[in-house]
């Protein structure tokens, strides 16, 4: 486990974890310092209020998950991104299934990226698998639903927008969201992926894209799967001619996913 103290000073700093679901790249590593940097980066209070945080890492995928006397210490958790599968009944999976149980019964705030997103809808008792339409890797545009809950978190990521509203975000999956579980409801969809983001309440929500994702990140994940093999060399091109001429609403995502994290519901 590793403590980052984003802000330091305030009454009382908030307390996040970063459940984490994939090894750390060479890349990330190295420019980074790790994933959950990254994730700190994207996610972390900016000191603006004054307050402060401290963020935790569990490597999940190592089957390292916080205890019984840890959870309740947290205000929020977040599941990263993986290069398995949420499907799979690997052990350090299966347990985190579990886990997603007892947080969503604690109402603890739960957000969900990509691998997150869906291992959430499974352990809540939703459907998820390969993608039908294959690989899904580059920007790509999702709609939200005409019709939302009406959750703060979401009012004020939207807030000054009246129609219904598209944003970019960086994607690279090839498993998506099959069927939510009871109560859940999709809040984005796309063109290739029919649940790009829902909640089951309003702590609980997942996001397939990568909302923490720099175009940097994507461009050397993309080079270490064409180079294994698992995309072509033609997808790989595609996507670095995407990235020069677009990119993500990534203010727009970190704003939601902030606002998701630190928002508290009447």
């Known amino acids: ?24 790249s060479d890349y990330v590593r190295k420019v980074y310092g790790g994933y959950l940097e990254v994730f700190v980066r994207a996610f972390g209070d900016d000191g603006g209020d004054g307050d402060g945080e401290e963020w935790d890492m569990f490597r999940a995928v190592d ?15 977040v599941i990263s991104g993986s290069p398995h599968d949420a499907y799979a009944d690997d052990l350090w999976i299966l347990r985190l299934c579990l886990l997603v149980r007892d947080l969503v019964a604690m109402r603890k705030r739960l957000l969900g990226i990509c691998f997150g997103h869906q291992v959430i809808c499974r352990a809540l008792g939703g459907r998820v698998g390969k993608a039908r339409g294959g690989w899904d890797i580059g920007i790509r545009e999702v709609a939200m639903a005409e019709s939302l809950p009406p959750y703060r978190f979401l009012d004020d990521a939207l807030q000054g927008i009246t129609a219904a509203p598209y944003a970019k975000i960086t994607e690279v999956h090839q498993d998506e969201v099959w069927e939510l579980p009871a109560g859940a409801e999709v809040l984005a969809s796309s063109s290739k992926t029919g649940v790009e983001m829902f909640c089951a309440g309003d702590r609980v929500l997942g996001i397939q894209g990568h909302p923490e994702y720099t175009a940097d990140i994507l461009l050397n994940l993309v080079d270490r ?21 677009t990119g993500p609403d990534r203010e727009f995502w ?11 519901e009447e």
Request: proline share 1%; net charge neutral; charged share 30%.
């Open 1 to 24: 486990m590793k403590v980052v103290a984003a802000v330091e000073g305030g009454v009382r700093r908030r307390r996040y974890a970063l459940l984490l679901a994939a090894r750390d």
């Open 63 to 77: 089957g390292e998950l916080p205890g019984a006397d840890e959870v309740d210490g947290y205000d929020g958790f």
């Open 225 to 245: 799967l064409s180079s294994a093999g698992s995309i072509t060399i033609a997808v790989a091109e595609g996507v670095r001619r995407q990235l020069e001429d």
């Open 254 to 264: 970190i704003k939601l996913c902030k606002s998701f994290l630190k928002t508290e």
